[in-house]
Every structure is written in C-alpha cells, then in structure tokens.
C-alpha cells in the first residue's frame, strides 16, 4: 500500500498544470506537453521542492483541480453504496475525498527529480468519449513504472477519472477500504472518517516526501 501510494504521488504529476486550450488537444499529447511544462517548474522551484504547503496547495488548487472528475471518482470508488447515499451525503463525499486526494498529492511536488516520463503510442476512435492513455515513468537504475490514465471526454475537456500504477488502481484501492467502513459506520461514518483526516492534515505541516 506505501509503495503504491509513493508511486501515485509521482504519477499524479503527468496530469498537473493542465491549461484550457482553445483546440482542445488529443489525451496523449495533452499529457506529453503538460509533464514538460510541469517537471520544468518543480525543478526550478526549490519552495516547492522544499514542502512549503501553501505555495503548492495553491498551485495544486489552480492547475489540479479542473482536471479531474472527483464526481465520478468519488462515485467509483463508494461503489454500489453510491446509490443509497442522499444528496447532502454524496455532495460531502466528493467533497472530502477530493481534499483527501489533493492533501495526500501535494506530497507529490517534492519527489520529482530526475523522472521522466514515456507516453506510449496512441490511437483513438474519432468519437471516443473515454480513452487509456499509457505511459511510463523512467528513472535511470530503476525499473520503469507503468502507469495508465483512464481519461473522459466532457464539455470542458478531457478529465481523469482514475490512475493505474502497475496494475493497481486508485480507485478500486480506495473502494476496498471505503467499503469496509460503510459496513462498519454507514456513509455518515467514512464522511466523519475523511473529514477528521482533512483536518489533521490541514494543521500538519507538509513534510518532504521520500524520492525511493
């Protein structure tokens, strides 16, 4: 479970920094041209590389959250639990498991380094709606890191809805623990559970994650 959060934490980067554009690119060049961009700016900024939280949670907020679906993100990793949930219950739900995701990301703008990363080639169907993007993370004397993003197409783009890292999902890796404590607590009790997580993180500092 470390080592697949570790690997997250580094793959969440190829999808950082993703800026609207008036031709909407293609998922894998998207993906290629922000890793560029991004890698270039948490080498250069050590207050980034150094954990200061508030410049990267800002960062995080302006360039992380428009591309991701934490809707439907959220709706699969609940699960078959999702459809008894109330209105009020799912709106926190994607709430706090968004602040649970960016919190824990954040972590990763201090573990980049030498990485790279590989997209892999691509073909899409000229109405394709959901897409794999694959790729691979490279590290010279480390094996490389398969990683694939199950991308969809909305009006305002494409956006992520799930990462697999070496054949583990984030979203079926979160359902798992999210469907024990429904069975244990109901809904109200992994709201409580993630909103209580939020909060320490919110008053903890930010420490430099391991680059291993």
Request: charged share 25%.
């Amino acid at each position: 479970m470390k080592r697949n959060i570790a690997l997250w934490l580094v793959a969440v980067l190829a999808m950082l920094s993703m800026q609207v554009r008036a031709d909407v690119a293609e998922p894998d060049v998207l993906i290629k041209d922000t890793v560029r961009d991004v890698l270039s700016i948490v080498r250069q900024d050590k207050d980034i590389q150094a954990g200061n939280q508030k410049k990267i949670l800002e960062l995080v907020d302006a360039k992380v959250l428009p591309h991701f679906n934490f809707t439907r993100m959220t709706q699969l990793a609940v699960g078959k639990h999702w459809r008894s949930a109330s209105p009020e219950q799912k709106q926190a739900l994607v709430a706090e498991f968004r602040n649970l995701l960016v919190r824990t990301y954040t972590k990763a703008f201090t573990v980049y380094r030498d990485q790279t990363v590989e997209v892999k080639p691509f073909k899409m169907a000229a109405n394709a709606t959901e897409v794999t993007v694959k790729t691979l993370i490279l590290k010279p004397g480390e094996p490389d890191i398969p990683v694939n993003y199950d991308m969809e197409k909305t009006a305002d783009g494409w956006k992520a809805f799930d990462l697999t890292i070496e054949g583990v999902s984030l979203v079926s890796n979160y359902r798992s623990t999210f469907s024990d404590q429904i069975q244990q607590s109901g809904i109200d009790g992994l709201i409580k559970t993630l909103l209580e997580k939020n909060q320490a993180a919110s008053t903890a500092p930010l420490r430099k994650a391991e680059s291993k």
